[in-house]
């Protein structure tokens, strides 16, 4: 059992930052491949970011890249999406999600996800 908890989320404007944080108890996250997935209204969720057990790979969407960097703190048990030129399209609910026993995953089958953190960017 993983328990995953979000936060960094809020309201901003177009072009701000944010950081979000994902921290993980129940288990170590250290040998589990780690993402962020984002829902927008009415959309299904999307992918955003992935990251290896060791955060020695990386992989982002098309949309993000070159905006967004993901990294881990594997010590503090703790994944982290820092979001920069942020643009209205970016609003969506953020969730951080566990693949356990892969070091690194790029599909959408997660085994435990977060209760999501709200992001919302004005024009």
């Known amino acids: 059992q993983v328990q995953l908890v979000e936060s960094g989320g809020g309201l901003v404007q177009a072009g701000a930052s944010l950081r979000l944080s994902c921290a993980a108890s129940g288990r170590t996250l250290s040998t589990n491949a780690m993402g962020w997935f984002r829902r927008a209204p009415g959309k299904a969720r999307d992918f955003v970011a992935a990251?290896?057990?060791?955060?020695?790979?990386?992989h982002y969407a098309d949309s993000v890249k070159g905006r967004f960097t993901i990294s881990r703190d594997n010590a503090k048990n703790t994944v982290y999406l820092q979001m920069n030129s942020l643009k209205p399209e970016d609003t969506a609910v953020y969730y951080c999600?566990?693949?356990?026993?892969?070091?690194?995953?790029?599909?959408?089958?997660?085994?435990?996800w977060g209760q999501g953190t709200q992001v919302t960017v004005s024009s």
């Open positions: 990251i290896s057990s060791s955060g020695g790979s990386t």
């Open positions: 999600a566990v693949k356990l026993g892969s070091a690194f995953y790029l599909g959408f089958e997660y085994d435990y």
